[in-house]
């Protein structure tokens, strides 16, 4: 995922509705997903919420990982945060954010006002040093963004009254999200992409999610190559819920492959790949797309031309969709 995945001008033009959206339905094959929070120049994520095309909203990035157990995630929502970030118990001053004081109240109104899904995303394209090394961490790392992001009324009850951090305050995420892109020119252990994902989402699915009341997701950002050398194993040995598989930062098996006629685009092996071997055999494989001209990838995505429409996204990524769609979809 890149910097700026979010076109200002596409969302201009279906805001200010004021209408509460259907419930969401995770099993329907038209729901649009939208990454926000990369990009100098973005858009309030409240404006994402108030397009009627989107669905859910994805928030990036926590993108530094705890080095072990007691230490602090960093983040990153560029314009949203001002510079000020939380000191940890032992003094550490880390990199997590503490001053992104529209956030909090967005995601409650986003969720209450707009009926959108908000699902906070844990990897990114920068920097690409993060690493899970035991399972350990993998534990500790779950119950730490349970804590500083879930529900408030679960175990975390503690951690508020700790004074722990809540850096969107009392607004409580939808689940987690894994956009695991980790490339190391010197690997500290030799399956440093892939170890420790499938524990951290077990960790989440089997021992925190059931202690509050609701329901909880777990989604990942694979590349379009499969098996997806960061995520496939955690694929076959943790449930996610759904899959934003990128189709657009590999030449081969783009998007663009497909519009091209080329037989390479690899939707189908991922749809044939979760169905058959996934620890979640139900996980929705959705079709991830650029959606800016600014993006470095608008090469391997469709553009405004390709798809012969006067706008391009979000509120014609269902089109799009329909376009590709095989009978498997
Ligand atoms: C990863 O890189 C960032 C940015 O250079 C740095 O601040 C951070 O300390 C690094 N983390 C690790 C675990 O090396």
Known sequence: MRPTTFARAAALASALTTSVSATFNAAASTNVVMYWGQGSYQIPLLEVCQNPSVDVVVLGFINEFPTKVGGYPGSNFANAC???TFTAPDGTITHLKSNCPTIGPAITACQTTYGKKVILSLGGAYPT?????????????AEFLWGAFGPITSPPASWVAAGSPRPFGSAVVDGFDFDI????ASPPFSDYKSRGYADMINHFKND?????AGTYYISGAPQCITPDSHLDDAMLNAPFDFLY???YNTP???ARAAYNGLSTFTFDSWVSRVTTLSANKN???YLGLVSTFHSPCTNQALTQHDSQLEQ???HTIPLLISTLRRPTL
Do not use: H, R
């Open 82 to 84: 001002g510079d000020e």
């Open 245 to 247: 598989v990128q189709f």
């Open 312 to 314: 391009m996204v979000p």
């Open 129 to 141: 040093n993060y690493t899970l090394p035991t399972t350990a961490i993998s534990n500790y790392f």
């Open 252 to 254: 081969s098996c783009s």
């Open 208 to 212: 925190l999610y059931p202690t509050a």
């Open 283 to 285: 996980a929705k494989v």
């Open 181 to 184: 892109e980790s490339n190391m």
